[in-house]
């Protein structure tokens, strides 16, 4: 049976989407194979509860045999000891890791959202809050960078049991050596939360925590190029322990469909292209922070090691959601961000989160990247903002959207679209 107003509904979608410049840090098009490969046969609708040898479901020697592959895949890239390749988002791998080393009531030390935290860190209205003490950390009121000393008195002070190292709208390279060193002193485990920079990690392109001893969680979908998910990686000593929060602590089910997404991402993961690929995420990020700087727009701690740069809009008389809107209207999609001592609320925020794995996936060049910060640009800085400048902005992003790139991963979709 034809579902014809769903259809049109996603068809209307993939010509929206296929025709913006998709500038959010937290998105990417998975790669070419996951696309390809991941809806095939029972896998689309089998799942099962429990681990592979222990479900509480018959038949399901096929889909331990997958979970295990994904499990061996995954530790192999990572160099851990184990991995939980059943949560379904970054999110509850947080919830879990949590649950592994915190009892309800301890004490967990995360750098505070406005500082580039994340809401699954401990933001006041999450339910981590209402289990466990969190009390923050932060930046450098100067150079918005993280102050290793600082965290250290406060871990001294504060004696967590747990302390998250990790974030969604910090764009600096993370030490993660230093922070286990910190986590050592007080007695507390290390949770890096790597969602955003997975995809570098796995290219030997920033520090692999796993090395450091701490439990590792993210998501799959970002840097990595995968579909939604996520996954946990741990130390032998505490695999029960993080077992156990997964499932039954957390979750029930887990999909068969999934598991077969994360191991064609694993297989692809070594190869020279995934880190070619990772190199002009970070290389896009630089460019295109470095030309809107040259244009006057400040970026918060002066560029960016990573695929994401935050811009200072309050700095040039817009709020965050103002800048959004703005970009949104002619095609390019980004996010309000909340700035370290932010005088505004979330709603508005100060700041606009950039990201480029998306734009580096569809195949942009740096003449492309050129491009897209003179948009960015012009929107922003416009003394007014009138149809007739909107119009010509709009026609710029939709040329540049639609304009076919040999290396582009949707390649397929867009042809579809234009079928």
Known sequence: ????????????????????????????????????????????????????????????????????????????????????????????????????????????????????????????KHLVSSKYKVVHYSVDPITRLLNYDEILLIARQERPKAIVAGYSAYPRVIDFTRFAEIAHDVGAKLIADIS?????????????????????????????????????????????????????????????????????????????????????????ARFLGSLLSDHGIPLVTGGTDTHMIVLDVYAIGLTGRDAEKRLEEIGILSNRNLLPFDPLPPFKASGLRLGTPTITARGYDESDIREVSEIIASALLADGWENAQRNSLRDRVSELAWQPRAEDTLKDLYLRVHS
């Not at 592979?52 to 038949?59: L, N, Q, V």
């Not at 570098?200 to 090395?211: D, I, M, Q, Y």
């Not at 068969?256 to 694993?266: P, Q, T």
């Open 196 to 284: 955003h920079i997975a995809g570098l990690v796995a290219a030997g392109l920033h520090e692999n925590p796993s090395l450091t001893g701490a439990i590792v969680t993210t998501s799959v979908e970002k840097t990595l190029r995968g579909t939604r998910g996520g996954f946990i990686l741990c130390p032998a000593a505490l695999r029960s322990a993080v077992d156990t929060a997964v499932f039954p602590g957390l979750q029930s089910s887990v999909g068969l469909a999934g598991l077969v997404s994360l191991c064609l991402l694993l297989s692809e993961i070594g190869s020279a292209s995934f880190r070619r690929y990772q190199e002009r995420v970070v290389q896009n």
């Open 1 to 124: 049976m034809e579902d014809i107003e769903l259809e049109k509904l996603l068809r209307y979608e993939d010509k929206h989407y296929l025709g913006s410049v998709d500038l959010i840090a937290a998105s990417n098009a998975p790669t070419a194979t996951v696309r390809a490969n991941t809806s095939w046969g029972v896998a689309q609708f089998r799942s099962a509860e429990g681990y592979p040898g222990r479900r509480p479901y018959a038949g399901c020697a096929n889909i331990d045999a997958v979970e295990q592959l994904a499990i061996r895949r995954v530790c192999k890239v990572f160099d851990a000891e184990h991995a939980n390749v059943q949560p379904l988002s970054g999110s509850l791998a947080n919830l879990a890791a949590y649950r592994a080393v915190l009892q309800p009531g301890d004490t967990l030390l995360s750098l505070s959202m406005n500082a580039g935290g994340h809401l699954s860190h401990g933001h006041p």
